[in-house]
């Protein structure tokens, strides 16, 4: 029997998501990758839909495809995130729109597709990247709106652990420190790197890794695996 699964990842174009789709790939598993910038694809075992996951047609357009293609949805990555470091009375009312567009209605609509899905054959599971200033706020980086919207993903995946634990549907986080990928100018490493016990920030391979380890531990649902050099154990 073919071990080859299907999985869709979104915010896919560039950096942690991009580097997820090549690991699974390379696991032999089919993959279904969406972002707004997203060069459209169809091959024999990965698709690419270009489009704005804020939009609930872009959730149904991706995972239709997903069962149109591959027959099914095993693994839902909800990866894409925006985030804007500012001090809270700073925030315009375009800056709440763009946070909670994507990082709320992108993570909402696509994971109600993915797990409707899921459930015609009683398994599947969805892992979410969050942020570890969501628990351990830091005065150096104001993030109010990713507190906000990430941390509401981090209460969301435990309520859905719970409602879907029968159903063989597994829910997860991954909650990163920060990392080195293209959302952080290479100027800031120095500065970044110091906001971590550990002096150093993290790659993006630590990311995608703690995805994959939980995509295979079918005993672990409900879990805020950080992967954040120590900043969740305080400073």
């Given at each position: 029997?073919s071990?080859s699964?299907?999985i869709?990842?979104?915010g896919?174009s560039q950096?942690i998501?991009?580097?997820?789709?090549?690991?699974?790939?390379a696991?032999?598993?089919?993959v279904?990758a969406?972002?707004r910038?997203?060069?459209?694809?169809?091959?024999?075992?990965?698709?690419?839909?270009?489009?704005d996951?804020?939009d609930?047609?872009?959730?149904?357009?991706?995972?239709?495809?997903?069962?149109?293609h591959?027959?099914r949805?095993?693994?839902?990555?909800?990866?894409a995130?925006?985030?804007?470091?500012?001090p809270?009375?700073?925030?315009?009312?375009?800056?709440?729109?763009?946070i909670?567009?994507v990082?709320?209605?992108g993570?909402f609509?696509?994971?109600?597709?993915?797990?409707?899905?899921?459930?015609?054959?009683g398994?599947?599971?969805v892992?979410?990247?969050?942020t570890?200033?969501?628990?351990?706020?830091?005065?150096n980086?104001?993030s109010?709106?990713?507190?906000?919207?990430?941390?509401?993903?981090?209460?969301a995946t435990k309520?859905?652990?719970?409602?879907?634990a029968?159903?063989?549907?597994?829910?997860?986080?991954v909650?990163?420190?920060?990392?080195?990928s293209?959302m952080?100018?290479?100027?800031a490493?120095e500065t970044?790197?110091?906001?971590?016990?550990v002096?150093r920030?993290?790659e993006?391979?630590?990311?995608?890794n703690?995805?994959?380890?939980?995509?295979?531990?079918?005993?672990?649902?409900?879990?805020?695996?950080?992967?954040?050099?120590?900043?969740?154990?305080?400073?």
């Amino acid at each position: 029997m073919s071990t080859s699964r299907v999985i869709i990842v979104t915010g896919a174009s560039q950096g942690i998501g991009a580097e997820t789709v090549k690991a699974f790939r390379a696991q032999g598993h089919r993959v279904v990758a969406t972002a707004r910038s997203i060069t459209p694809t169809i091959e024999s075992d990965y698709i690419a839909i270009a489009g704005d996951i804020a939009d609930p047609a872009t959730a149904r357009r991706v995972v239709n495809a997903a069962v149109e293609h591959f027959g099914r949805v095993d693994t839902l990555v909800n990866n894409a995130g925006v985030f804007i470091a500012k001090p809270f009375t700073q925030y315009t009312a375009e800056d709440y729109a763009a946070i909670t567009s994507v990082n709320l209605n992108g993570f909402f609509y696509i994971t109600q597709s993915a797990i409707a899905a899921m459930q015609k054959h009683g398994s599947g599971h969805v892992v979410s990247v969050t942020t570890t200033l969501a628990e351990q706020a830091n005065s150096n980086v104001p993030s109010v709106l990713a507190s906000l919207t990430k941390g509401g993903l981090n209460a969301a995946t435990k309520s859905l652990a719970i409602e879907y634990a029968r159903a063989g549907i597994r829910a997860n986080v991954v909650s990163p420190g920060i990392i080195k990928s293209p959302m952080h100018p290479v100027a800031a490493h120095e500065t970044l790197a110091a906001l971590h016990p550990v002096g150093r920030m993290g790659e993006m391979s630590d990311i995608v890794n703690a995805i994959l380890y939980l995509d295979a531990a079918p005993f672990v649902t409900g879990e805020i695996l950080h992967v954040d050099g120590g900043q969740s154990a305080g400073h």
